[in-house]
C-alpha cells in the first residue's frame, strides 16, 4: 500500500472510487450520487488537484497501482481560522476493508496537518451511526464535542453528525 496526495492525472481513478462510494455508502457523504455522476473529468481533475493556495488536498491510498481509498484535508486560509484542519469523505473500497488502508489514510492525514504552520487541531464529522468510521477515528486520538440531531436526510431517513477534534498539540 503506498499514499499520496492526488493530482489531475488521478481524476479518472478517483471519479469512479468517488462514484463507487456514494453508492456503497449514501449515509456517509453529504454529496449524493446523482450530484455527481455527470461531472466532467475535467471538473474532478479540477476538484482533486492541490489547491495552490494549500486549502485542500487530497490523499489516496493505493493497492497495487489501483486507487482503493482516499481522504480530503482541508486547511482554511482566512487568519482567523487557519490553525484549525478538517477531514473530510473519507472512504475504502468494499474489497479492500479491514486491512488498515483507513487507518494508514487517517494517519497520513494527521501527519500532513501536523506538518501544516501552526495548525493547532484537525476536526470531523461523522454520521452518529457509522460504528466503523467512529471506532477509526476514537482509536486515533479524536475525541466527541458534539452531536447535531438531524445533520443528514438521505432516503426518507434523517441521522444525526457527531462532530470529533483532535488536538495536535496536546496529542
Ligand atoms: C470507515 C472506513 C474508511 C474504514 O476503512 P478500513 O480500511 O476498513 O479501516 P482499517 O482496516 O484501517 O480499520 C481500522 C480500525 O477501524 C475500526 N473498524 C474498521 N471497520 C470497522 C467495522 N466495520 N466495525 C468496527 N470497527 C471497525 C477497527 O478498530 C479497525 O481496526 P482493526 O481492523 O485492527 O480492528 C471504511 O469502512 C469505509 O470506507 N466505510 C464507508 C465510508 C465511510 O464510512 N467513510 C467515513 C465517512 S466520515
Given at each position: 500500500m503506498t499514499i499520496r496526495v492526488l493530482d489531475a492525472g488521478d481524476a479518472a481513478a478517483y471519479q469512479r472510487l468517488r462514484l463507487l462510494a456514494l453508492q456503497d455508502?449514501?449515509?456517509?457523504?453529504?454529496?449524493?450520487y446523482e450530484e455527481e455522476v455527470g461531472r466532467s473529468l475535467d471538473d474532478v481533475a479540477a476538484r482533486i488537484a492541490p489547491a495552490p493556495d494549500g486549502s485542500i488536498r487530497m490523499l489516496g491510498a493505493f493497492h497495487g497501482q489501483a486507487l482503493a481509498g482516499f481522504v480530503a484535508l482541508i486547511h482554511p486560509q482566512r487568519a482567523k481560522l487557519r490553525h484549525g484542519a478538517e477531514i473530510a469523505g473519507m472512504f475504502v473500497a468494499p474489497a479492500q476493508r479491514r486491512r488498515g488502508l483507513g487507518r494508514a489514510l487517517l494517519g497520513a492525514a494527521i501527519d500532513q496537518a501536523r506538518a501544516l504552520?501552526?495548525?493547532r487541531q484537525l476536526k470531523l464529522g461523522v454520521n452518529a451511526t457509522n460504528t466503523a468510521a467512529r471506532v477509526l477515528y476514537e482509536s486515533a486520538g479524536f475525541l466527541p464535542y458534539g452531536l447535531e440531531p438531524d445533520a443528514l436526510y438521505v432516503g426518507g431517513q434523517f441521522f444525526g453528525q457527531a462532530h470529533y477534534l483532535l488536538r495536535l498539540n496536546q496529542a
Open positions: 455508502s449514501p449515509t456517509a457523504f453529504s454529496a449524493s504552520d501552526g495548525v
